[in-house]
T-cell receptor
C-alpha cells in the first residue's frame, strides 16, 4: 500500500498566481480530509469529503480556496489567487467512512507564496 | 468534540517508558480518545484509540481512567525516533480537530 500520495511536495509561487495541490487517497478509503498547518494556528481542518461529496467545508478560509473530488482516487485543493498568508504545509488524509477509523496522512505539500 | 489539555513538552530518557497525560474532563459518552503523533516535517501518524477500556498495540498502550476524564499514552521503551509532537483528541467520528499537542523529546 503506497499510502496517501500528495503532489507536489514543495510549491513556490508568486502572489496572485493560482495554486493546485493534489491528493490520491488510499484505495478503498471513502473519506478524504484536507488540513493546513502553520506555526501560528497549528493543524486546521479545511474540508472533508465522504464518497466524493463535500460534507463540511466550514474550515475553508475564504472563497479563494476551493476543493474538489471528481472520483474516489483523486482530490484537488485550489487557491486562486494565492496570497503570502496562504504559505503553510497542506496535508491530505484519508480513512474508511466508519466511526473511529484512523486517518492516514500524506507527507504534505509545503506551499510558499512570495 | 471535547476539549483536551496536554502539557506543552516533556523529556524522556532513551529506553525508559514515556507517559504522556491528557485531560478531557468534558468528554461525552460516545467520544473516543485518539492519539496521533507528528515527527518533524511528516504528516501525523495514528498511534492508538480507545473508548472505555485500556488498549495496547505494537506502538503503545492507552490507559483511560474509569471516569474517562483523563488518559495516558505509554510508550514502553522510548527511542530517539519517538521524538515528536503527540496529539490527544477526544472525538466522535473521524472529523478530528488537533490541538497544540505535547512535544516529547527523547534524550540519550
Amino acid at each position: 500500500d503506497a499510502g496517501v500520495i500528495q503532489s507536489p511536495r514543495h510549491e513556490v509561487t508568486e502572489m496572485g498566481q493560482e495554486v493546485t495541490l493534489r491528493c490520491k487517497p488510499i484505495s478503498g478509503h471513502n473519506s478524504l480530509f484536507w488540513y493546513r498547518q502553520t506555526m501560528m494556528r497549528g493543524l486546521e481542518l479545511l474540508i472533508y469529503f465522504n464518497n466524493n461529496v463535500p460534507i463540511d467545508d466550514s474550515g475553508m478560509p475564504e472563497d479563494r480556496f476551493s476543493a474538489k473530488m471528481p472520483n474516489a482516487s483523486f482530490s484537488t485543493l485550489k487557491i486562486q489567487p494565492s496570497e503570502p498568508r496562504d504559505s503553510a504545509v497542506y496535508f491530505c488524509a484519508s480513512s474508511l467512512d466508519r466511526v473511529n477509523s484512523p486517518l492516514h496522512f500524506g507527507n504534505g505539500t509545503r506551499l510558499t507564496v512570495t | 468534540d471535547a476539549k483536551t489539555t496536554q502539557p506543552t513538552s516533556m523529556d524522556c530518557a532513551e529506553g525508559r517508558a514515556a507517559n504522556l497525560p491528557c485531560n478531557h474532563s468534558t468528554i461525552s459518552g460516545n467520544e473516543y480518545v485518539y492519539w496521533y503523533r507528528q515527527i518533524h516535517s511528516q504528516g501525523p501518524q495514528y498511534i492508538i484509540h480507545g473508548l472505555k477500556n485500556n488498549e495496547t498495540n505494537e506502538m503503545a498502550s492507552l490507559i483511560i481512567t474509569e471516569d474517562r476524564k483523563s488518559s495516558t499514552l505509554i510508550l514502553p521503551h522510548a527511542t530517539l525516533r519517538d521524538t515528536a509532537v503527540y496529539y490527544c483528541i477526544a472525538e466522535y467520528g473521524n472529523k478530528l480537530v488537533f490541538g497544540a499537542g505535547t512535544i516529547l523529546r527523547v534524550k540519550s
